[in-house]
């Protein structure tokens, strides 16, 4: 079974898992807060552009809550549907929010399970989509007691992303909680250069229809620019493709806003389909308000319980109040508290911070070659004072990113330094650490190589045990080299490439090595036909060869707005409908998403095993 046909069978089987998540047409909660309605469409047009083109429907649901008061206005949120998924996705989260006093608004993005017209990855018939679901809201020939200035977008992964992009363009958008989502398309899927050649398959064939079971219906453009990346054709093409689906793209649009939206984001470390190095570009030009948290897991793990309704839930606990501050006007301290928090990979600590960059400082590793040897030693001070010329081979690998398997454990992959072979790569290691570095930021590799169009380089950070050999994972960094984007523009002569680290927190401990592997090949990454078979560093007194790794001096506490809060609040269910609490009566909602998520999980691993 190759991974395409396994990725078949898993839509197939979210397929079954939707069916069971047909609710009622409507029904009334049993404490009389709200109603819900499973049989509406939002409508909106085939072509946005075109406002002659023929109407559709996006399926939808609809929680509108109960007032005495015929003149009760409430907040509205609107969530978009994930990738692959429906309109019931966040039935169990809208449930609690419609408790606290909001109308909530949920549809099935087009061209996914039987919505009308085509998949277009984000385009601009998807943010035309949500701007057409506040329309329909606010029309009132619908009668819904939604209160115009008070309207916010949320969604996971797919649904993250527009409604990032609709926020920042419709004015009328006052606050987006965006989860597991993007905020450069291109550099997300094409990090370094180099698909990302395992999570696109996942995106492609989860798209795809499957008769008689799932009705999704993809633009040809989806495979199309697959293909340019892969065989890297047409690149400023894909690019420009790419820009009009990526929320940075309209960073200077909503700053020009004299009222910008409120930015709730959320992320996970080991997310390595929309990783956070984009979304700290995009926060870090950002004029209004935002948060950031970044939590453990692979995409879309940190959000999932919630969406099985998990009270309990740090992000869904900060989405609330971040709509309750924003949307309701309530003081909560949200806005008050640190607007950046991290999980740390290999510790149960969640820390805060002012600042998107945290360092303190920027340590300096070198890479010292040993003559004869795949590698040396990571040294701060400099005393390489040799020409040397090492390679390696491209064809196989030490080791991988791992894809959801690797990344799914919260430290990620193991290696044992005693297993691999170092002929296939170089291998640098610090001394002994009396002291643990705490990395929170983007580490970096600058190498000089013998330039080759097509040559391919991975960078993995681990922290080794000496007395074990066991090393743990850090971070990983493709970079793929092409003369059309400038690199090898003299082929044969030593030129530095760049290899960005992926955005992580790790606590390197003391008793360890920090250990640095380059490698030719990952099998996760797309390699292209034309890659040379053997790759070249060129280490020399004049071509310093470094890693650059940002640390904390110090670890930081946790400033939890929701723990802060909850001194003050009470129990009393105000006017606005808001009763206090994150409480639910818990009815509703498919379990589909993180079912699916964990078969998926099981499956690949032993797939992966068996290869």
Known sequence: MNLRQFTKGLVALLCVFQ????????????????????????????????????????????????????????PAIIFISSWALNEHEYSSQAEILAEKGYVVLSYTSRGFNGSPGLITTGGVEDTADASAAIDYLLDSANQYPVNANAIGLSGVSYGAGISLMTGFQDERVKAIVAMSGWADLVDSLWAGFTPNYSWLELLIFSSQPVPFLIRNNPSPEIDANYNNMKIHENVEDTKIWGAIRSPISYI???????????????????????????????????????????????????????????????????????????????????????????????????????????????????????????????????????????????????????????????????????????????????????????????ARVNLPIIAQDKAQYFGYLFYLNPQTGIANWVGHAPFSCHTSEGCASEPGQVEEIV?????????????????????????????????????????????????????????????????????????????????????????????????????????????????
């Open 499 to 611: 290899l960005d680290f992926y955005w992580t927190s790790v606590d390197i401990p003391a008793g360890s090595q920090l250990m640095l592997v380059i490698d030719g090949k990952d099998a996760d990454y797309w390699r292209y036909a034309a890659t040379p078979e053997t790759n070249t560093v060129a280490f020399s007194a004049t071509a310093q060869a470094t890693l650059s790794l940002p640390v904390v001096w110090e670890n930081t506490q946790y400033d939890d707005p929701v723990a802060a809060y909850e001194d003050q609040i009470s129990s009393a269910r105000g006017a606005d409908g808001d009763n206090g609490s994150f409480q639910s009566s818990g009815a509703g909602g498919s379990t589909a998403p993180t079912l699916l998520l964990t078969l998926s999980l099981l499956a690949i691993r032993r797939l992966k095993r068996t290869r």
């Open 19 to 74: 069916i069971h998540s047909i609710q009622a047409a409507e029904r009334i909660s049993p404490n009389n807060l709200w109603i819900y309605n499973d049989d509406i469409g939002v409508p909106t047009l085939t072509d946005p552009s075109d406002p002659s083109s023929d109407v559709i429907y996006l399926p939808a649901n609809i929680f509108v809550p109960t007032s005495a008061d015929p003149d009760a206005r409430f």
């Open 252 to 442: 200077d649009l909503v700053n020009s806003r004299e009222q910008k939206p409120a930015v709730y984001i959320a992320n996970n470390l080991h997310d390595y389909l929309f990783q956070p190095d984009g979304l700290f570009r995009m926060l870090s030009q950002y004029d209004g308000e935002w948060r950031l948290d970044l939590s453990r897991g692979v995409h879309a793990s940190g959000e999932a319980g919630g969406l099985l309704g998990n009270e309990d839930h740090v992000i869904w606990l900060n989405t609330a109040m971040w709509f309750d501050h924003y949307l309701k006007g309530i003081d909560n301290g949200i806005n008050n508290s640190k607007p950046f928090s991290t999980k740390v990979l290999n510790t149960a600590k969640r820390e805060s911070y002012d600042s998107l960059n945290p360092e303190n400082e920027v340590k300096i590793f070198n890479l010292i070659p040993e003559s004869g040897a795949q590698g040396g030693q990571l040294s701060e001070a400099y005393t390489n004072t040799v020409d040397l010329d090492v390679s390696f081979s491209t064809v196989e690998q030490i080791t991988y990113s791992g894809w959801i398997t690797g990344a799914l454990a919260h430290t990620g992959r193991t290696l044992n330094i005693n297993d691999i072979n170092q002929e296939l790569g170089l291998v640098f290691t610090t001394g002994i650490l009396d002291a643990p570095l705490r990395l929170r930021g983007e």
